[in-house]
């Protein structure tokens, strides 16, 4: 089973955009896929047609984390892929974990234990909301590989050497992280600022940076708001913008020897 935590401190980078996009092509292919929505933001919840601010805690993650069985908080979505949503009260997870032992930084793993022991799933996918600290920690403990969307800015590099840290800290307790595969989102470069960045994106991380990147594209922004992965969204560039995501799944595949 292949645990893939998306994750990036910088806000709005599109962990959410390929949290749900590539789950789906991942489920178009036949692998059976779990989403869990650790950002309480909710918003791979709602692309996935939840509303987490309408559900009760013990309906989200927050479930699980208690003790719950995972069959019971799971859903189906229309995408073919299952959802342990989020809920507004994940914002406080931090806070629970402080308290738990290791600052709860082997909760993820130990539920990603259960499922693996379960054999329901070949694809686990976190997405992560935008912060560094004790959720992230647990999911990158918990994770199989990092994947963290990126962009040519200054800010977003320092926040990936940031990530780059946290991923060789966390393979000190967990070796089945394989390291952090890097994917150009919202990928555009214009101005020779654009393509400074971008080159100094391959001299920092060319080994893992992956070769798929997904330009700016309307499907991606226009689809969240009806609810559907651009696999069922059928207008403008939608298509252009599935193969790539299936691009991006043989690439993983390829790099993680998956079936
Ligand atoms: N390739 C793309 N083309 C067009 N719009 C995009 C693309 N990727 C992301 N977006 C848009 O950019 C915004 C941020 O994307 P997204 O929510 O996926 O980022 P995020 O990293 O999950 O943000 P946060 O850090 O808040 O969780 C959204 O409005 C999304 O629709
Ligand atoms: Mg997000």
Same mark, same amino acid.
């Given at each position: ?5 998306? +994750? ?31 950002? +309480? ?22 479930? /699980? ?20 949503? +989020? ?10 974990? !402080? ?59 320092? !926040? ?12 000190? /307790? ?41 330009? /700016?594209? +309307? ?18 560039? !939608? ?21």
């Amino acid at each position: 089973m292949q645990v893939y935590a998306l +994750a990036i401190e910088k806000g709005g980078t599109g962990k959410s955009t390929l949290t749900v996009n590539l789950a789906a092509a991942f489920a178009r292919l036949n692998f059976r896929v779990l989403v869990i929505d650790l950002d +309480a933001q909710g918003h791979a919840s709602y692309w996935l047609g939840v509303l987490s601010a309408s559900l009760r805690p013990e309906e989200s993650f927050l479930g /699980v984390l208690n003790g719950r069985p995972l069959e019971e908080c799971v859903r189906s979505t229309p995408e073919g892929v299952d959802l342990l949503p +989020a809920h507004p009260a994940l914002a406080s997870i931090p806070v629970q974990l !402080a308290s738990s032992p290791n600052g709860g930084l082997f909760v993820l793993h130990d539920i990603m234990a259960q499922i693996t022991a379960s054999g329901m799933y070949d694809i686990v996918m976190f997405d992560l909301a935008p912060a560094r600290g004790l959720v992230m920690a647990a999911a990158l403990a918990a994770a199989t590989r990092c994947i963290a969307p990126v962009q040519p800015e200054e800010l977003v590099i320092q !926040a990936l050497k940031a990530l780059s840290e946290s991923v060789t800290q966390a393979q000190r /307790v967990n070796h089945n992280l394989h390291g952090i595969s890097v994917i150009r989102n919202k990928y555009q470069p214009r101005s020779a600022g654009d393509t400074a960045y971008d080159q100094l994106l391959r001299d920092l991380y060319g080994s893992q940076l992956l070769k798929t990147t997904i330009p /700016v594209r +309307a499907a991606l922004r226009d689809s969240a708001g009806l609810q559907q992965s651009v696999f069922r969204y059928a207008s403008g560039d !939608a298509n252009e913008v599935r193969n790539l995501f299936l691009d991006l799944v043989e690439e993983l595949m390829a790099l993680d020897g998956v079936r």
